[in-house]
């Protein structure tokens, strides 16, 4: 690993219906998702520019990945906080924190997708 990056570079969220959950992040973050298929799972990726700052990633159903709110969280940099927590109620998900200040670190709030998985938002202001 070098010191001019972040260590992550690769995120999977695990999903049930892969339909469903691209519809759900879609009309959440208004962005498209690329399905395809890598052995027995099935994945949508989120856009990404190869060599960014930013971690790649896709939900994916295969196997194994089972949608929780335990384990690791994912935090998706947003610009409005209240603005997206209402977008994912509208889109079939539920806020599971509010929005929060954390100080000279800015915002966060969490929630939980149409999968049942616990994901989060983080904003500076």
Do not use: C
Request: glycine share 12%.
């Amino acid at each position: 690993m070098t010191d001019d990056k972040n260590p992550v570079n690769w995120f999977e969220i695990p999903v049930n219906d892969l339909s469903r959950a691209v519809r759900f992040y879609e009309a959440v973050f208004g962005l498209s998702l690329q399905k395809m298929e890598m052995g027995p799972a099935q994945m949508a990726m989120f856009p990404m520019v190869q060599g960014g700052t930013n971690a790649g990633g896709a939900l994916v159903k295969t196997d194994g990945y089972t949608p929780s709110h335990a384990g690791t969280v994912i935090y998706f940099s947003v610009a409005d906080i209240e603005g997206t927590l209402a977008k994912i109620t509208g889109a079939g998900g539920s806020t599971i924190v509010p929005k929060m200040s954390i100080g000279e670190h800015g915002y966060f709030a969490q929630f939980q997708d149409s999968e049942g998985n616990r994901v989060a938002l983080h904003s500076m202001s």
